[in-house]
């Protein structure tokens, strides 16, 4: 009724397994084959706990969403439960999705006015060359700051920025030594 494609199950408070809207569509083939072998009763009233995924991959609310979404892609799955552990018993607070994900990347990256702009970091290090000092020095508004690592110790870095002098920030990233790719305002 929910639209919901994951639920966790629960038993005394403590998440036990996971079940998919493929677990169902499983369950609900075989029950559509027993229907017409003539079976009526019995495939009709499978329980929960015999379809459910036992083995359960979860996140803490304080987890990184880097850590958690490569989990995701890793183990190929679509969510995964967030469990607080900090307590006597370990409570499930929420279902991270990939669909929570993606909403954040599109908050995070489209959403914010201002600028993107993309630069390629020199080999020396961002621990010399930190982008978000030079946005600070510069005192522009920075809204999100994505690494990604290259090859030969350089580095893309995306920046999303407020200002109305985009132009003087590009030229602050070009005397530290990064390169220019993009800038775009959105």
């Given at each position: 009724d929910r639209g919901l494609r994951r639920a966790p199950v629960v038993e005394a408070g403590r998440?036990?397994?996971?079940?998919?809207?493929?677990?169902?569509f499983r369950v609900i083939a075989h029950t559509i084959e027993a229907l017409e072998l003539g079976d009526a009763h019995s495939s009709y009233k499978i329980e929960v706990h015999s379809v459910i995924a036992r083995h359960v991959l979860s996140v803490a609310p304080n987890d990184r969403l880097e850590q958690a979404a490569q989990l995701m892609l890793r183990s190929k799955i679509g969510g995964v439960p967030v469990i607080d552990s900090s307590g006597p018993h370990p409570e499930l607070v929420g279902i991270l999705t990939e669909s929570d994900l993606f909403r954040l990347f599109v908050r995070r990256t489209l959403m914010q006015r201002g600028h993107r702009l993309v630069l390629r970091a020199p080999a020396r290090g961002l621990s010399e060359l930190d982008p978000a000092a030079i946005c600070v020095k510069a005192r522009v508004r920075l809204y999100d700051l994505s690494l990604y690592p290259l090859e030969g110790g350089r580095a893309a870095v995306n920046l999303q920025v407020g200002t109305d002098d985009i132009e003087a920030l590009i030229e602050r990233f070009l005397v530290a030594g990064y390169e220019y790719i993009l800038a775009e305002k959105n």
């Open positions: 998440v036990i397994g996971m079940v998919t809207d493929r677990d169902l």
